[in-house]
Each structure stands twice: as C-alpha cells, then as structure tokens.
C-alpha cells in the first residue's frame, strides 16, 4: 500500500509569517567611531594657529629685553636681549608693582567667587524652580547685556563717592559681584546637565534646598563654574576703565599700575613692555595650574548627553 504525502493549502484569513532579512543593514560606516587621523594640512594650519597665538607673548618678551632705541629701531630685533632682568626691575619700582598685584589679586578673586556663588545659585533657579514671573526675569537679566557698561559709569562713581568708598578697592569688588552673563551661561548649562529626577529622588530622602544645591547641584555644575571662573578672573584682572576712575594712583589695580608707565610724554616702550609681561605671568599660571579643569569643562559643557 502506497501512501503519498500531499500539502495543504493555506486556509484563506490565515496571517503569512513575514520572513525578515537575516541582518539588519547598519546605518553606521565602516570604522565610525575610530579616532580621526589628521593629515598635513591639519598640522599646518594648527601649526599657523599656535604661532600666531604665541607670537604677540614672544614679541613682548623680546621688546622687554632690549633697550627703547633697539625696540623702535628701523630693524628691530628678533631675539631676545640681555636687559630683561633690569627693565623688570625698573618697571616694578617704578609703578610699584608689588601693591598693585596685591589688589589685583584681591580684586579678581573676590569677584570670581562672587560670581560662581551668586551665579550659580541663580542659574539653578531660573533652570529648575517654577516660580512666578521667571520667565520676565530672566528676560530683564538678558537685557542687561545689551546695555553699554559707559552708560552706568557716572551714577556708579556718584553712588561709591555717597557711601564713602572712592579709591578704595570696595568700589571696584561690590558692582561686578553678579555678571549677566554668569547668570545666563550658568542656567544654560544647568537646564541640560542636571536631570529633575535628581532633584526629585534628593527630596525624597528629605533634602532640603541648601543640601541639594550643596550635593546635587555643585557637582554637577562644577565643569560650567570652572570655565566661569576662568573668565570671570581674566575679564577682572585685565580691567582698566572702571578701576581707573573709582581707583587713585596711591591704590592701584596692575593695569592701573601699568597706565602710569605709559602716562608721560615719551615713555620707555621697552619698561612699559616689561610691566605687561609681569601682568601677564600670572595668568599664565592660573592657566596652567588649572588648564586641564579648564579644557575639560569647555568639553563637557559642548556634547550633550
């Protein structure tokens, strides 16, 4: 007895399994994700950059190390001279150096951490907290930038003549202990770093609003006030126009300090530039102290995620 095999149709209403490509097709590229190799052109042109970033550093190294005649002659030089140790040592006599680093350094360095506390807690608030009028607010601090600082120049100095505190260094600290800027970078970062769920979960384990500023939000705003502060201390310690006017010659700022090198009738280029590289020497070593905080932070705060 033969028996023969024999297939069933597909009943009609019957669902057809939907056969599927065995792989998927990547959306991504061979090799994506591997670190770019960079080609002679990109070496030239960071090459080109650096130089042309040291270049005005080296050029005041050299002048500073030369007398005013060599400097201003028709070839001037190129390398650098014999003369750096005393033209670094006339300008700081001369202009009294010494007290003037000395207030700048109080100046920028109570202004910088004015401004990452004040700063800080407002970008949170304005980042994280519902309140009435918040939005009007931070439209108000926003507009602040678009006022030239000229503007307020003589109410402030009036203001500071008022409660006494004309050519003293509590004129050039207290108005610039909140920047409009600082306000708006802060908020800004903090609306995209600090998820609500570590807030919420903070509040849960009881948290009041000073431990969740203390432990949830300065560790994560840390990177943003590193590079805030960098700023903040650099705008501050290269001011010249307002401490000019609220200071005197007998409690000077560096930069003011440097002013009264360049303030006769024919000054010595060659001082004046010894005086700048010793404003400059400073920042330099904040930078390089504190460079790879600094990088970081501008890196952390450029990817989102």
């Known amino acids: 007895m033969t028996m023969t095999s024999t297939t069933t149709a597909p009943e009609r209403g019957t669902p057809q399994p939907v056969h599927r490509a065995?792989?998927?097709p990547t959306r991504f590229r061979p090799g994506a994700g591997k670190q770019l190799q960079g080609g002679p052109f990109a070496y030239i042109a960071l090459a080109v950059v650096g130089i042309g970033s040291l270049l005005p550093l080296y050029w005041t190294l050299v002048a500073a190390s030369h007398t005013q005649d060599e400097v201003l002659a028709t070839t001037p030089p190129f390398l650098p001279g014999g003369r750096l140790l005393h033209n670094l040592d006339?300008?700081?006599?001369?202009?009294?150096?010494?007290?003037?680093?000395?207030n700048s350094v109080i100046v920028s360095g109570c202004i910088t951490a004015a401004t990452l506390f004040f700063c800080t807690l407002a970008g949170?608030?304005?980042?994280?907290?519902?309140?009435?009028?918040?939005?009007?607010?931070?439209?108000?601090?926003?507009?602040?930038l678009t006022?030239?600082?000229?503007?307020?120049?003589?109410?402030?100095?009036?203001?500071?003549?008022?409660?006494?505190?004309?050519?003293?260094?509590?004129s050039v600290i207290f108005p610039t202990l909140v920047s409009a800027f600082g306000v708006f970078f802060m908020r800004q970062?903090?609306?995209?770093?600090?998820?609500?769920?570590?807030?919420?979960?903070?509040?849960?384990?009881?948290?009041?609003?000073?431990?969740?500023?203390?432990?949830?939000?300065?560790?994560?705003?840390?990177?943003?006030?590193t590079v805030l502060g960098m700023?903040?201390?650099?705008?501050?310690?290269?001011?010249?126009?307002?401490?000019?006017l609220a200071l005197n010659q007998q409690n000077p700022t560096l930069q003011v300090a440097?002013?009264?090198?360049?303030?006769?009738?024919?000054?010595?280029?060659?001082?004046?530039?010894?005086?700048?590289?010793?404003?400059?020497?400073?920042?330099?070593?904040?930078?390089?102290?504190?460079?790879?905080?600094?990088?970081g932070g501008i890196m952390s705060g450029a990817v989102k995620g």
């Open 147 to 170: 006022i030239p600082p000229q503007l307020s120049v003589v109410p402030l100095f009036m203001m500071m003549s008022d409660i006494g505190w004309g050519g003293r260094l509590e």
């Open 258 to 295: 440097l002013g009264q090198l360049s303030a006769s009738y024919t000054p010595d280029q060659s001082i004046v530039m010894a005086g700048a590289l010793i404003s400059t020497l400073p920042l330099l070593v904040v930078f390089v102290i504190f460079g790879k905080q600094i990088v």
């Open 124 to 144: 949170y608030a304005f980042a994280k907290m519902r309140f009435k009028g918040r939005g009007a607010l931070m439209t108000g601090v926003i507009a602040t």
């Open 22 to 24: 065995a792989r998927r």
């Open 189 to 225: 970062y903090l609306s995209e770093a600090l998820p609500y769920e570590l807030i919420e979960a903070a509040k849960i384990d009881g948290a009041n609003n000073f431990r969740i500023v203390r432990s949830v939000v300065l560790p994560v705003a840390r990177p943003a006030m």
């Open 231 to 244: 700023l903040t201390f650099v705008q501050a310690w290269n001011d010249f126009f307002w401490p000019y």
């Open 90 to 102: 006339t300008a700081w006599n001369q202009a009294h150096l010494g007290k003037a680093i000395v």
